[in-house]
């Protein structure tokens, strides 16, 4: 089975916080898009033509627990992320897991998966997931599909500074799809993606969790 070397350090956990801190366009990163609840960053990194995207998501109504539980577990995932046809864990270590996604293209274009290594902290009410390329003998490459690789992602959980009921989601998307599909359509696609991604999760989440009259 694969390594239980545990490939997350503190120093990527630190990463994601420091990108999260950076300041605009100081640091390279341009607005793609600012809407009520949403707000997405872009970023070239060295030697890469995939570009970070970084986006503030307000997700009013939402307890910083309840995001976390509606992001990790995937059999709730697969409920309102319509992104993946598959998604499981492959395997569960101490601290991190592997796992798996499908996720299924237009007629015409090769469908994409991806193994991935998935770790979590909390610490205060803040939750960080951080996830990372990763290889298990349960899912080989294949020809059935091109095989993406992350480059970085991850997210931050936070309560709102005046509402701990609501919490504010950092999303960060770095992923090669691979293939054929020019870099400047894949930059252009992950750009668009916070927003509507954003909306399924709310409306999931108050069909999950109603208000009580």
Same mark, same amino acid.
């Given at each position: 089975m694969a390594s239980a070397e545990n490939p997350f350090s503190d120093a990527d956990f630190d990463r994601l916080l420091l990108e999260e801190r950076s300041s605009a366009r100081a640091d390279g990163w341009t607005q793609l898009d600012s809407t009520a609840g949403a @707000?997405?960053?872009?970023?070239?990194?060295?030697?890469?033509?995939?570009?970070?995207?970084? #986006?503030?998501?307000d997700l009013d109504g939402v307890h910083a627990d309840h995001a976390l539980e509606l992001l990790?577990?995937?059999?709730?995932?697969? @409920?309102?992320?319509t992104l993946f046809h598959r998604y499981e864990v492959l395997q569960e270590f101490e601290d991190y897991r592997i796992t798996y996604a499908l996720i299924k293209f237009p007629p015409?274009?090769?469908n994409r998966d991806i193994v991935q290594a998935n770790a979590k902290r909390s610490r205060d009410g803040e939750h960080i997931i951080l996830y990372k390329n990763a290889e298990h003998?349960?899912?080989p490459v294949t020809s059935a599909n091109v095989r993406a690789a992350t480059i970085f992602s991850g997210s931050i959980i936070r309560p709102q500074a005046n509402d701990s009921e609501s919490c504010t989601l950092t999303v960060f998307l770095q992923t090669d799809v691979k293939g054929w599909i020019p870099a400047r359509i894949i930059n252009y696609m992950t750009g668009k993606s916070p927003g509507p991604?954003?909306?399924?999760?709310? #409306?999931y989440y108050r069909k999950k969790y109603p208000k009580s009259d």
């Open positions: @707000e997405v960053w872009t970023k070239i990194t060295p030697n890469c033509n995939i570009h970070l995207v970084k #986006a503030f998501l990790y577990d995937l059999d709730i995932r697969k @409920e309102y992320d015409g274009v090769w003998p349960d899912q991604w954003r909306d399924s999760f709310l #409306a």
